[in-house]
Every structure is written in structure tokens, then in C-alpha cells.
């Protein structure tokens, strides 16, 4: 527990639009009395509105009381001007000046230990509380959409922020039914920093086309995914996806590992922006279109040998009880009459032995799998249930690339002190719905085969965008 309790808090929430009114009905379910404030006449009485229609949903689905409804309806207060509370959420538009101005308003009217806790998802923390009296009070206090159902908080430092302020409005979050992360306020802070290859992986893989965006959604949702990347991107609009990654881009001194992508500048350009516009990757409502159904005949084979150690090279094992093993090996996968199928490390297919093929990461038990090289040789990935989809032979293919380079940025985060591993893996969990965190992967995986592939990645791009963090090392 720390000294600032904020338990029994009166609650503000300046700005009732889709985040603020979310958190209205967060913080009123919890017990507090709450007042909303906007600017916009008629918007915060138009969110309590909308909420008792929600709330009357959730009765009727017996999925609340009509007791237990009614009571967060009346804690919640629509007021028309700001007022005096013990804890500010401030949810207004996402606009430097206009939240300093808010925050100078604020500050005349609060009590000196309130607590101004801003909601913000890319204007550093730090820069908001320059100017203010009492810059310790300030906290970030990142709800993700939709606020009732997503469980993430990331909890934001700035240079300035009181540690007990930072740890009251965890414990709170923590009350509230919440798993709150701890971060330091830098660019995109956990999430939208770390998510940033997920998007920029794929566009990468376009630009040098080497897959379909159906072939590239279609293997990362049979990893675990709930959504491909390009129609996530669809989905977000290539507008808003494009903002941010210019907005990471320019806050990180326009480092060229977070270079924007031509092939999502043309969508923009195109007015292609997603789902939105009918039109993105995809066409709406269609969208992915459906891979061809395939069904891959394992040619007969005289040797086999199993290669390597670990999950990969023991589920070839349990699938061919036959095989040869040949545990120190210094790769994994098979080698059929000579042939080999080796498991991505960064290496093409061109660089081995004719009649090689090389494969991505397989993290689930069936689904589509990527593979560059020998069609024939890749048709035995079909012994492990696994539809082998024939893709360009560029280094660590779709899903280890992916994951390599998500691992790659949460160990930079973590490095620079802006959380632990543990908060990134709940962030990258709980904020987007990964199936696994960063760290988790790494640890089901190899450290060194993580370096290798980014190394490769490297050596083939020259450039800063794959350079291996010194944390992994
Ligand atoms: P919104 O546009 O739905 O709501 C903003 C509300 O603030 C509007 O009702 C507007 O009238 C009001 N407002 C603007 N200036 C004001 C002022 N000076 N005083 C009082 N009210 C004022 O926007 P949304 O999506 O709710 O975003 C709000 C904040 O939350 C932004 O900082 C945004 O970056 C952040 N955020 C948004 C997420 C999202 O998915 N939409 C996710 C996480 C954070």
C-alpha cells in the first residue's frame, strides 16, 4: 500500500467521448462518485444516456442487477463545468496546448494532493506537466477501447511524476478490476512501441514482395494471432496506423528502425484507408480472401533423419518414430534422403545444398506455415499437421521474423528502463491480445537462434532497422 490512497476517491473525468465515457463507467462500477465534464454541450448527458442503455443490455442479458445498474447510473454526475475532485481523468482530445491549458485550469481549482491522471496514448508525459505548479501530481493512465472490456493500464511516468502518485494510481487500476503496467513515458510507451514490427514486418515483406497479404494474415493468425496484420491494418485505418508510426518515427529522432512504410503511404495516398473506406489490402465487406484448400501428398522417402534439438525437433520425432535422431546437430528440422528442411535462422534456401527448403517458426499444432524453397522437400512439414504455403526465400520468412523483431523491440524497451519483462509480456497480452509475451516466446524459443536470425535479417538489409538489442546479447 503506499501513503496516497485513492480508494475512496472523488472522481473527475474531463472529456466524454468514447474513452472518457468508458472510464466514467469504470470508476462509477467501482464504488466512486464520479462527475464528467466536456466541453461539448450535451455530450457528457448524452454519455450517461448512451451508458444506461448499455447497462440496461447487460440487465436484460442477466449479466448484471438492475440494483447494481442503477447504483453506477447515479454515481455518475454530468456537470457543466470543471469542479473540484481528488482525482482528475482527463480523456480530451489528444492535443499538446489544449491539455497544458486544461491542466493550468485544473490546478486553480484542486487541492494541492490531487492527482491528474492523463489518458493520453502518444504526447509524452513529461512534456504535458512542463508549466504546471505541482508537476509530481501528474501520471499517465493509458485505458485501452473499448475501457470495460480491455484489461491493460498502462500506468505512465514522466521525468516528473511522484513515485507514490504513480503507485496510487496502479493500486487503483488494481481495484478496479484492471492490470496496470508500470512504464516511463517514451514514445508509443509499451504497446504501441513494442506492437510496431507487427505492423512494420508486413509491410516490409510486401515491399519486397515476397508474399500475399492473405499468405502473410493467414500464418500469423495459425501462430496465434487473432488478426493478420493487414487486416488489422484494414481495420485500424492505414490513416491512423500510418499517424502513428510517423508520430513513433519523429519522437525517436527519426531512427531508421522505425522507418514508415511507401506501401502504406501509397494506401493512404490512394484513399485505400481500410475497412472505412471499402477498400484497404482487401476489398469490403469481403475481405482476406480464403488461401486455396491444399492437401499435400508426403513423398516416400529411403533415410530420415530427425536434426536438432527442442520442441520443433521433437514433434518431428513423435511424428516419425522411425527417423533417425541426431540431437547435435547445429540446425533443426529434417533431412530427407539429403535433402534438407531446415527451421528458419535467417538463412535463405538458395545459400544450402540443392533440394534444400526452409521453414518459419510453427508455434501452433496445425494451421498454414510459410516455407521457401524445394516444394517436395517442404511437403513433409504435412507430418506435423501443419498446410505448407510456398512464399519468396527471404530471411526468417513471415512468423520468426515477426516474432523475432516483436522480442528485438520489447528487450530495447526493457533496456532502456521503460518496463520489466514481466510488464511487457502482460502489456503486449492484455493491450492487443498477442497470444504469448515477448519474453514468453523467447523463452519457448533460443536466445542465440533469436540473434542469429536478426543478425541475418541484418547482414541482408544493411541498415539500423534489424540491429540485435544489446539486451539480448
Ligand atoms: P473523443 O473525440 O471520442 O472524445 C474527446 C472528448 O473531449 C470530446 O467529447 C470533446 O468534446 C472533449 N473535449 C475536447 N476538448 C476538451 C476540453 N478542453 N475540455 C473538456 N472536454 C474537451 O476522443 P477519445 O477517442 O475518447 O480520446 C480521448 C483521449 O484518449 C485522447 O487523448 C486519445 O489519444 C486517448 N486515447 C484514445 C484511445 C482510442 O482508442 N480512441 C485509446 C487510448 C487513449
Sequence with gaps: MSSLNLAQARVLVVGAGLMGAGIAQVAAQAGHAVRLFDTREGAAEAAKAKLASTLDGLVAKGKLTAEAAAATLARITPVAALQSADLVIEAIVENLEVKRALFADLEALLPPQAVIATNT??????ALARGMQRPERLVGMHFFNPVPLMKLVEVVSGLGTAPEVAQAVFELAARWGKVPVHARSTPGFIVNRIARPFYAEALMLLQERAAAPELIDACLRSAGFRMGPCELMDLIGHDTNFAVTNSVFAANFFDRRFTPS???????????LGRKSGRGFYRYPDGPPALPALSVAVPSAAQIVVHGQGAVADRFAAALPDAVRERDSDWTGLSVDGHQLRLTDGRRAAELAPGAAVFDLPLAASGDLAFAGDVATAAWLSVLGLTPRAMADVPGLVVARTIAMLINEAADAVSQGVCDEAGADAAMKLGVNYP???????????????????DRLDQHHRGERYRVSAHLK
Design 262 to 272: 511507401l506501401v502504406q503511404q501509397e494506401l493512404v495516398d490512394a484513399g485505400f
Design 436 to 454: 504469448a509475451g515477448p519474453f514468453e516466446w523467447l523463452a519457448g524459443w533460443d536466445r542465440r537462434a533469436v540473434v542469429a536470425l536478426l
Design 121 to 126: 496514448s502518444s504526447i509524452s508525459v513529461t
